[in-house]
């Protein structure tokens, strides 16, 4: 009987920390902008840090944010591979009060 007992008890607990766990996971997400791994996609994805920052998808946040302008801090990215494909995207795709991401080469 006291098995039983230790059992439910576990059985009870652990239901009910999965079910603050999924409520947290809720109530906390953060949305993420679908425009930063769509840039980070064009970028050349070495992770080399030659840009300033700690790799391809910081530099991509900051170029959709609007901290970095400058595409040619990325010492590996190639105009045509890289920086264009991102400017095209960009202008496609706005920001959403309908403003532009200025970036530049």
């Given amino acids: 009987m006291t098995i039983l007992w230790a059992a439910l008890i576990l059985l009870g607990l652990g239901l009910a920390l999965g079910l603050g766990l999924a409520i947290a996971a809720k109530i ?10 769509e840039v980070a996609k064009r ?17 991509a946040e900051a170029i959709v944010t609007g901290a970095e ?4 801090k990325c010492k590996p990215g190639k105009e045509d591979i890289n920086f ?19 970036a530049h080469l």
């Fill in 28 to 37: 906390l997400l953060v949305k993420e902008d679908e425009r930063i791994e």
């Fill in 43 to 59: 970028l050349p994805n070495y992770n080399c840090g030659s840009c300033g920052f700690a790799g391809c998808h910081d530099m």
């Fill in 69 to 72: 302008t400058n595409l040619k």
């Fill in 84 to 102: 264009k494909p991102i400017l095209e995207y960009l202008d496609a795709h706005p920001n959403a009060d309908g403003s532009k991401v200025k």
